[in-house]
């Protein structure tokens, strides 16, 4: 079955640029989806951790399992609104440019084919990403989610969409080789180590990590660590961050910050992991910390009064990544906290950036400035703005506010009071900021002039209809996924089933933090 989960979306990317009709891709798009997530459902609550195989470089565990899920899940929510958002598009796109932006399109979006076939290969490369067990095999995978995602970066092909799409693939690329010779180091400890020879299987390196030469792998582990922390967008190697999710279409941004920073993060707790293993935690650990406080610094920073709410949410994004390898660092119930936070930073931001896409489809911009009143004109995607607001920042009833609690209960455990006050006060900054921000865009009064273009579009824009007349009727498909995801969120802060429980527990167990 870990074959089908890696081998039905990457023939269905096969085969998007095969079917000549757009139908025919977009059901492709969200059969694949059903299809991988299904495979996923089946085997929840036990799934099955059985012998892995390809000589041990795929397999399943509790940890693997965890980010499989997330990723399907989202995947899926994504899928289902990327039919409706297609078709919009491809009605962009076949009306008349109006006269005075006839100027100002020098592009057209990719063709439908490119864009579907990338987002299945995308999920393709994801799952690889979970199931490698093997250090090499994991590189390629997550190297592999940076070109299958960097045309969708691109897709609307404007200038500052270019300009991100570069800044992704060369400020990731450059991580990414760090992570490579970070992988030449783990070779390297493990030859002069052991007396017998060690590939880079992940679980062999983990049973003989006692015979790894401690200086090599010391040093492997700070590649590993800047290089997929680059990817998953720690600071200060998260410029790209902002500029790609903002740039991004909507969808595509809920991808980035729900699914692909979660696979960075993964190679960071593998290789965290051996360490623990080879008795050299510590060295991990106050790293794994120091990274985890200057991201939730730096964002904490850029959030206060930020102009552009998709950019907004991009450096939550980069403080909540901030949270991640902080609940690692610190271990026990702040490791706890951190697994859970995975799962529920991810259904939010994906919920929000979705939520983003209905907003930037009616006022056609992302100025925080400009858009005001959502409440009146498009009521479900103003709450939930305003659900998604409570739940990123940690407000109960949400699952956020549990796993951000588990992290600091696990900061107070360990006798961290200093690192306790700088994670409150860091939270407390990121909610004042975002609030400043979120709020007025539901709220406020709206601007009556017209809706503003900050961004050309190609193509007519369905009549404007003012902000003070009736709600406009938002279409179900850029509500239901937004909405299951939210809803998702908010049951876990009430009732976190034992099935779910249990496995974060194993997960937690599996990279050694709990």
Not at 191 to 200: C, D, E, T
Request: with cysteine; proline share 6%.
């Amino acid at each position: 079955m870990l074959w089908l989960l890696i081998l039905v979306p990457a023939v269905a990317g096969g085969l998007a640029f095969a079917v000549p009709w757009n139908l025919g891709r977009r059901a492709l798009l969200v059969a694949a989806a059903a299809i991988h997530a299904g495979f996923v459902a089946a085997s929840y609550p036990h799934p099955d951790f059985s012998a892995p195989v390809l000589y041990g470089w795929i397999g399943l565990d509790a940890v693997s399992f965890l980010f499989l899920a997330i990723t399907s899940i989202i995947f899926l929510a994504t899928a289902l609104y990327a039919v409706g958002y297609l078709a919009r598009e491809g009605r962009l796109a076949a009306a008349p440019v109006e006269a005075d932006l006839a100027d100002e399109v020098p592009f057209v979006n990719f063709p439908e084919a490119v864009f579907t076939g990338c987002l299945l290969f995308f999920l393709a490369a994801m799952t690889l990403v979970v199931l490698s067990r093997h250090w090499g095999l994991l590189w390629v995978a997550v190297e592999a989610t940076t070109l299958v995602s960097a045309p969708l970066i691109y897709y609307h092909r404007y200038p500052r969409s270019l300009e991100a799409t570069w800044k992704y693939l060369v400020i990731c690329s450059v991580g990414i080789a760090l992570a490579l010779l970070g992988n030449f180091f783990l070779a390297m400890s493990a030859r002069i180590g052991s007396a017998a020879p060690l590939h880079l299987v992940i679980p062999d390196l983990e049973i003989h990590a006692r015979q790894l030469d401690p200086r090599w792998l010391k040093a492997a582990f700070v590649l590993l660590l800047v290089g997929y922390g680059t990817k998953m967008g720690l600071a200060p190697l998260h410029t790209w961050l902002p500029d790609a999710h903002s740039e991004a279409p909507s969808l595509v941004s809920a991808l980035l910050s729900g699914v692909l920073l979660n696979g960075a993060f993964l190679a960071i707790l593998r290789g965290h992991c051996l360490l623990v293993k080879a008795g050299l935690g510590e060295f991990s650990r106050e790293l794994l910390v120091l990274f985890g406080l200057v991201s939730m610094g730096v964002a904490a920073m850029f959030v206060i009064g930020q102009l552009d709410y998709k950019r907004l949410l991009a450096y939550s994004s980069v403080e909540h990544m901030g949270i991640l390898v902080l609940g690692v660092g610190i271990g026990g119930a702040a490791g706890f906290g951190s697994m859970f936070h995975v799962l529920n930073h991810s259904l939010t931001k994906a919920m929000l950036f979705l939520a983003a896409g209905n907003t930037l489809a009616y006022f056609h911009t992302k100025s925080t400035v400009h858009v005001r009143g959502m409440l009146r004109v498009l009521p479900v995607t103003g709450l939930l703005w305003v659900a998604g607001l409570l739940a990123i920042t940690g407000c109960p009833p949400f699952g956020t506010f549990l796993s951000e609690f588990a992290v600091l209960k696990g900061l107070l455990d360990a006798g961290r009071w200093g690192i306790a006050g700088y994670y409150l006060a860091a939270l407390g900054i990121v909610f004042a900021g975002m609030s400043a921000v979120i709020l007025p865009l539901v709220y406020g009064t709206p601007d009556t002039s017209g809706r503003p273009r900050d961004e050309p579009r190609h193509g007519a824009a369905e009549p404007h209809q003012e902000p003070h007349e009736r709600p406009l009727r938002e279409p179900w498909w850029s509500l239901l996924p937004p909405l299951v995801l939210g809803l998702i969120a908010l049951v876990l802060g009430v009732y976190l089933p034992p099935g779910l429980s249990d496995l974060l527990h194993r997960a937690a167990s599996v990279v050694g933090v709990e």
